[in-house]
């Protein structure tokens, strides 16, 4: 297991002798905006919900995140984070053949080796943009029971045509597909790419994060979809009070009000889209540093004269972490990933990956 995913603040503030807000993390892939302000309002006017228990199955988070979608509420599970259901659903399912489409988050082979079970790879490379191959991976597919497929992919911010997974759908009706639509939020026409309205498709599987796109991330939410019968596998291994009472009314909160969501999107996707033109442009300024071309907010990039630990510890004296990619499966030493901020701070970044890379 990789503790902590992103890098560590406090460990990088004990070293500099620093506070830890006074460390810049660009490791961790959030909204850069933070939460919306309604959120932060909703938990001081609630803070004494953590008082009472949650409703035992947060069954007014499933009816919101359902009405939203317009998906039927029995099809939909809430759970405590995406991560939650990434480590129940090799057991929940009995999966013995696991396929992961990598280089991706490490959390889909730890939850399998867990229970035992040692995941196969699919594994797409630099040269061709980290694009997956499809008949590659279908007959990958073919001799597995679960598939785990993140869309778009951390680190590599790679998104697929949704038509890319309703072939191996289609092609592979006994195996069961999970795919992560963590950060698609973060994508412009996203409900063109997302399945959680894809049905019917019997061996579909959604998972759903607000911790990403909201910035919520301690308040542990997220969302599981799709092919009932599998829904009825996993549910019959949550336990009741599976969210906590904070994030249950701040997720009724969030779909009780619609009509906020769209917009926030829309800021949140322009802003990134502005950000990271900038940083593409500044980027050009100065060589060994070849990102990879992705659709999300963060950025993987590939050193091309340096190894990462130098590179991350040198940014680090500048108080920045970003994320060294070396522990990615199908990474090597040669990655780093960061996430983009406000404009004041991509430029502290921009001025010191330079001296970085010129070291």
Known sequence: MIIGHGGNKTALAKQLG????????????????????????????????????????????????????DIDPETVIAGNGTTWFIYTLPLALQAQNVLILGPTYSDYADACRMHHIEPKFWIADFENGFVPDLEAVSKMAAHADLVFICNPNNPTGVLLDPAFVTTLLQRHPRVCFVVDESYLP????????????AGPFPNLLVLSSMSKIFAIPGLRTGFLSGAPDWIEKVRDFSQPWHVNALAQVVIQDIFDHPEQIAPFYKTTRAFIAREKQWFLQKQENFSGLVPVPGHTGFILAR?????????????????????????????NQRFVRFSLKDRATNMKLVDSLAKALTQ
């Open 186 to 197: 973060f994508v412009d026409h996203s409900e063109d790419v997302s399945l959680i309205q």
């Open 18 to 69: 620093c506070h830890v807000d006074e460390i810049i993390d660009m490791s961790a892939n959030l909204n850069p905006l933070g939460p919306p302000e309604r959120i932060k309002t909703v938990i001081q006017n609630n803070i004494s919900a953590i008082g009472h228990l949650p409703e035992p199955d947060a069954w007014s988070m499933v009816q919101g995140f359902s009405r939203y979608h």
């Open 303 to 331: 050193l091309e004269n340096h190894t990462a630990l130098p590179v991350c510890e040198r940014v680090g004296q500048d108080r920045i972490l970003i994320r060294d990619c070396g522990n990615f499966h199908g990474l």
